[in-house]
């Protein structure tokens, strides 16, 4: 199982970036998709969620920035964010959890600064 992020980088306060997800190698039913993300010194937290029906969960401070979108024929999903802050700079990593099995990527580096 392999879930490919990609789409990080360094970014001014007020910018956007979107960043993408590929799996590969799953080959039985993902209950949901989606990111987490983990700052220096901090816990990794829920940034949004999405299951393949597009029903989207997003943590409350978020919700009117970031988009989280899903494409099963590709078999990625995607995260827009825009009016990117500095607090939101952290490693990004891909979910997806199938059959009580969770999956992670490899983290994508988001920094956001003037």
């Known amino acids: 199982v392999q879930l490919v992020e990609s789409g990080g980088g360094s970014v001014q306060p007020g910018g956007s970036l979107r960043l993408s997800c590929r799996r590969s190698?799953?080959?039985?039913?993902?209950?949901?998709m989606g990111w987490y993300r983990q700052a220096p010194g901090k816990q990794r937290e829920q940034v949004a969620l999405?299951?393949?029906?597009?029903?989207?969960n997003y943590a409350d401070s978020l919700k009117d920035r970031f988009t989280i979108t899903i494409d099963n024929a590709k078999n990625t999903v995607y995260l827009q964010m825009d009016s990117l802050m500095s607090e939101d700079s952290a490693v990004y990593y891909c979910?997806?959890?199938?059959?009580?099995?969770?999956?992670w990527g490899q983290g994508t580096q988001v920094t956001v600064s003037s």
């Open positions: 190698g799953l080959d039985f039913s993902v209950n949901v």
């Open positions: 999405i299951t393949p029906s597009g029903i989207a």
């Open positions: 979910y997806a959890r199938a059959d009580l099995l969770n999956f």
